[in-house]
């Protein structure tokens, strides 16, 4: 059974740091891409970042740019996104996602296979 358990969310002031993890189980860890979406109350579901755990090949939305960044442990089968800077537009739930192989839309929901279960991040004072 593929399994993809999300943890390191939490509530964090704005201009402040969390480190999100995506534990992987069940599947191939290598050669494959594992992504990070988030979705606010009322809006639809963005892609965050990717990367492709052989290559390190890595995406990321405009909005994060420079201040999130996405690394792998392919040894403990785990993703890890770095939040900094974080604003309180930040505020959602944070999905991990794997998709099989190199996948062309890094950042596409419907390329992914694999949903975890999510994370809370809010950004408040």
């Known amino acids: 059974e593929v399994q993809l358990v999300e943890s390191g969310g939490g509530l964090v002031q704005p201009g402040g740091s969390l480190r999100l993890s995506c534990t992987a189980s069940g599947f191939s860890f290598d050669d494959n891409t594992i992504g990070w979406f988030r979705q606010a109350p009322g809006k639809e579901r963005e892609g965050v970042s990717s990367?492709?755990?052989?290559?390190?090949?890595?995406r990321y939305a405009d909005s994060v740019q420079g201040r999130f960044t996405i690394t792998t442990d392919n040894a403990k089968k785990t993703v890890y996104l770095q939040l900094n800077s974080l604003k309180p537009e930040d505020t959602a739930v944070y999905y991990c996602a794997a998709g099989r192989g190199w996948l062309r839309y890094m950042l596409d929901s419907t390329e992914y296979n694999y949903w975890g279960q999510g994370t809370q991040v809010t950004v408040s004072s």
């Open positions: 990367i492709i755990t052989s290559a390190r090949r890595t």
